[in-house]
């Protein structure tokens, strides 16, 4: 493209900034973000995207992260992108504008490689969205060679049969190693001309990527080739990006973010996330330490956030904050917790982590309202911890809690359902008796339930979910079961949750799905004021499909699953047992804290589990409360729970 | 404790024009956390930086010359302080200039202040902008919808009439207008609104951008007998650093300098 051309492309779209919600939103040039121009000896063009507005995916910890690997890696040129909102959508469909990068305004079509990263199932759409308005074919099998090659990862990657179509590859697992390996494969063949095929089969022989066309097409069969997850085994030695991107505008994470440790072993049965993140792996104090001092003198923030599934797990949590702590104390600077376990954690800590933002809400996911059903889901706290956490929080300045329950989890009756009402309760009196009679008046509980939807690699991995008319049933049970009136009810649209659960466990039939609800103006799936139920019904007619149907599809253990040609590394016995064992409210234990459960990702993936020091001196066993602190912008509540428990 | 108030002169370039005021805020507090300034905080329950900014600039105006008041515990040699600025300002936001100022100087935002705008209008016929300025010399006030109420501006009391000035056409058909406005602390108005509302309802201009040149405070409390034309120095008017301050031609030049996304970059998206 010549430079004239780009210069009238970026004129025509900065045209159209006085008429959007937000300009800042396309105008890039923020600190860190690298702005030069391709140069000779930059080969390989890359554009890093995310498959949502720019105010929730500037800060995306994977962007950050394969941003870092591009700039490090010699040969690569990387720009970033976003989808736009609706409204700069439509301006930019009718000036006939194609998706820019932000860097550079170039048309996305004029990269080699375009990685997007798949943060959760309600984004299909919108990926369908942005590869249309930058005006690339919708299917890899329609790209020709002067097309990019198409990439996705992240969490929603590991069933890649729904993306099958649209993706050429996908990356299965930490993406640190993976991605520089593709970066040098793609660099290397470009240098030798060579083609698209030979691109895609060159990556195929690259360990964690799945190639979707080389799969058979046929639904449920398990291709020949299984596609191993790659693991991160060194995390503890991987530098953390001090030099993140730092965006003008407020974004959905807007403070540095250091992540502490990866992966949860606490092993909650639906939870996607603690199966997939597996082994626990922590960074060391000292490194958590320097990644925080480091990043906040390098970009200015005032806020450090220690993120991970688990923060609180870290085996040396208390000396990492009470550093930080100390290091900060007299300053405008705050140390946050995404999510914590008040019980591992003790009042003194508490009082020290939460000391910074007492302001905002304390979030506990108890998940579900009576002891069976919680020792089903294998969510190991009781109602003596969930009190105890109450009153220490209480104690230490917060006012406001935030309770999230799941409806619809396997073996649920309307006992559990009215069990959640009871535990709402129990802590609404609990937070009014652990306060001075005075300031009664300050306590808030608000109580969120979403409407559980089965994970693909989970023990409820076999499980349908429950019909919407069932889900509706139960919601207007739990409205009418005597919630004490202080306390503020919100659900998650149920509808959105079918769609949500319809994709997490859908074979190769759910592409073409996904592709007519867009043609039918499905987009922005997770913004409940945009999504369209109408648009996916009229969908799955036009395709003889039921939404339901899809969505409570039950499968036979020993039946194969479509995700079954990706190995996590967890043994699919090991799966199997913990469905068994959880029908029969039998807890399983976390291997960090005790023995190994033989989950078989350390054997399978050769790799470890890696703490910094030992986690056995906190008192742990009973399990306790999560709670996530400074709760971030998002469209809607669900996207982020997986990763919240 | 004494604190010593720094002022910094920055600017709000290319693409950074349209961060909003508090976008821009949040931008300069984090550049003097990156300069590692000795900032004082405040006290109480959520600390933050202790500074104040001159007067809000809307989306999508750029400026030539901010300024953001910020008190520092401790006395750091201004050499320094202005090399640390320079060097942790980000692209779009180069600091020019930084000096200490007098506690019993006016705060920046309760001060009256002369600020001259550039407007580039979108006219290549040039007779809109003709019947603009015949308007805006002659009207005596205007009428402006603001949160669904229709107010009225005597010009006189928000107009430096005098100083108006059509600057040049360029070659890509735009008009080049000089328009300086004053700001007030209990109100001003803003150039673009000013000359849409001139416009109604036969004149069709397209406002291509909107650049804040330069500020003065303005202690005259008399805008239509002030003819002066100069900007800094006059009598009644003194730079807002209180020093001798610097030409618009050097403030040009400084963003020519500053900053390497200006320039090249000030359409990009
Ligand atoms: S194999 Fe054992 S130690 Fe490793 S993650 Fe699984 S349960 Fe934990």
């Known amino acids: 493209m010549t430079a004239r051309n780009k210069d009238s492309l970026r004129s025509k779209l900065s045209r159209l900034l006085d008429q959007v919600e937000k300009p800042a939103r396309y105008t890039g040039g923020e600190l860190f973000s690298d702005l030069s121009s391709n140069t000779a000896d930059e080969l390989l063009d890359v554009a890093l995207v995310y498959p949502d507005i720019y105010d929730i995916g500037g800060s995306n910890q994977a962007l950050v992260i394969l941003y870092d690997i ?39 079509a004029s990269f080699d490689l375009i990685g997007i990263t798949l943060p959760h199932e309600l984004a299909a759409t919108n990926i369908l969205e942005l590869i249309d308005l930058a005006g690339i074919a919708l299917s890899g099998s329609e790209r020709g060679e002067d097309d990019p090659l198409i990439i996705g990862g992240g969490p929603t990657a590991f069933n890649p049969e729904p993306f099958a179509d649209v993706f050429d590859a996908l990356c299965i697992g930490d993406g640190e190693e993976l991605f520089a390996e593709v970066l040098g494969v793609l660099l290397q063949l470009k240098q030798a001309g060579r083609s698209r095929a030979e691109k895609l089969e060159a990556l195929a022989a690259l360990e964690g990527v799945s190639i979707c066309a080389f799969r058979p097409d046929a639904p449920c069969e398990l291709p020949p080739q299984r596609v191993r997850k790659r693991v991160l085994s060194d995390f503890a030695h991987y530098p953390a990006v001090t030099r993140p991107i730092v965006p003008f505008i407020e974004t959905a994470q807007d403070r540095l973010c250091v992540e502490i440790l990866r992966g949860c072993a606490r092993g909650c049965r639906f939870c996607a996330a603690g199966m997939l993140y597996r082994p626990v792996r922590e960074r060391s104090a000292q490194a958590v330490v320097r990644a925080v001092t480091d990043g906040l003198a390098a970009t200015g923030l005032n806020e450090a956030s220690l993120i991970s599934l688990s923060s609180t797990d870290h085996s040396q949590i208390a000396p990492i904050i009470r550093r930080l702590n100390r290091r900060y104390d007299t300053t405008d600077i705050k140390i946050s917790l995404p999510s914590q376990r008040l019980d591992a954690f003790g009042s003194t800590m508490a009082q ?50 935030k309770l999230y329950f799941m409806v619809g989890l396997p073996t649920e009756t309307d006992t559990d359902i009215i069990q959640i009402v009871e535990l709402a309760n129990l802590v609404y009196d609990t937070a009014v008796s652990a306060v001075p009679p005075g300031e009664r008046g300050q306590i808030r509980v608000a109580l969120s339930c979403a409407v559980f939807v089965p994970k693909a690699h989970t023990p409820f991995q076999w499980c349908g979910q429950l019909g919407l008319a069932e889900v509706q049933r139960r919601l207007r049970l739990l409205r009418h079961s005597g919630l004490h009136k202080s306390i503020k009810l919100q659900w998650q649209d149920p509808e959105i949750s079918q769609i949500e659960a319809v994709i997490s466990r859908g074979d190769r039939t759910i592409g073409p799905l996904i592709r007519r609800a867009w ?19 009229t969908a799955a007619a036009d395709l003889g499909l039921s939404l339901d149907e899809l969505a409570g599809r039950e499968y036979a253990l020993d039946a194969t699953l479509p995700w079954d040609f990706v190995d996590s590394g967890l043994d699919k016995g090991f799966l199997a047992e913990e469905y068994q064992r959880s029908l029969t409210g039998q807890v399983t234990n976390d291997c960090t804290r005790g023995a190994c459960v033989s989950c078989g990702v350390c054997a399978q993936l050769d790799t470890n589990v890696s703490l910094a020091a030992s986690r056995s001196d906190t008192s742990i066993s009973t399990g306790g409360s999560s709670t996530q602190i400074g709760l971030d912008l998002k469209p809607v509540d669900c996207v982020e729970r997986a990763t919240c428990v | 404790m004494s604190e010593f108030r720094l002022r910094i002169n920055f600017q709000k370039l290319g693409a950074c ?41 809307p989306v999508g105006t750029g400026s030539l010359d901010e300024y953001m008041d910020v008190e520092l515990a ?35 935002a309760v001060s009256h202040i002369q600020a001259s705008y550039e407007v580039l209008l979108y006219d290549p016929a040039g007779v809109q902008t003709t019947a603009l300025m015949q308007r805006l010399e002659r009207a005596v006030d205007v009428e402006v919808v603001k949160k669904g109420k229709p107010k009225s501006y005597k010009l006189d009391e928000y107009v430096y009439r005098n100083r108006t000035r059509l600057l040049k056409t360029d070659s890509a058909g735009l008009t080049h207008l000089a328009l300086v406005l004053r700001l007030t602390p209990n109100g001003s108005l803003r150039p673009e609104v000013l000359l849409k509302a001139l416009a109604l309802p036969d004149l069709d201009m397209e406002i291509r951008e909107v650049t804040r040149v330069s500020l003065t405070i303005d202690d005259s409390n008399d805008v239509s007998n002030n003819t002066s034309t100069s900007v800094a120095g006059s009598k009644g008017h003194r730079n807002i650093d209180g020093s001798g301050g610097r030409s618009n031609a050097a403030r040009r030049k400084g963003r020519d300098n500053c900053c390497r996304s200006n320039d090249s970059k000030k359409d990009s998206i």
Not at chain 1, 372 to 383: E, F, Q
Not at chain 2, 26 to 37: I, P
Not at chain 2, 80 to 105: F, T
């Open chain 1, 70 to 108: 591009c700039l490090r890696t010699a040969g690569v040129h990387v720009e970033r992108a976003y989808l736009p909102w609706i409204d700069m959508i439509a301006l930019m469909r009718h000036n006939d504008l194609p998706l820019c990068t932000l860097e550079n305004t170039r048309p996305l």
């Open chain 1, 519 to 537: 043609e039918l103006g499905a987009r922005f799936d997770a913004w409940s004021e945009q999504f369209s139920m109408t648009a996916w019904r």
């Open chain 2, 74 to 108: 401790r006395y750091v040699p201004r050499t320094a302080v202005l090399l640390a600025l320079r060097e942790a300002a980000a692209p779009g936001l180069p600091v020019l200039d930084a000096v200490y100022v007098d506690h019993k100087q006016p705060a920046l």
């Open chain 2, 17 to 57: 024009r349209y961060l909003s005021h508090l976008d821009l805020a949040r931008a300069m507090e984090r550049c003097v956390r990156r300069a590692a300034l000795p900032y004082a905080v405040s006290q109480g329950f959520s600390a933050h930086m202790k500074h104040s900014f001159s007067a809000a600039l």
């Open chain 1, 352 to 401: 020290v982590a939460c000391g910074t933002q007492r302001k905002g809400s304390l979030t506990f996911a108890p998940e579900a309202g009576s002891q069976r059903l919680r020792n089903v889901i294998n969510k190991n706290i009781d109602t003596d911890d969930i009190i105890q956490a109450i009153t220490t929080a209480c104690a230490a300045g917060w006012r406001h809690y």
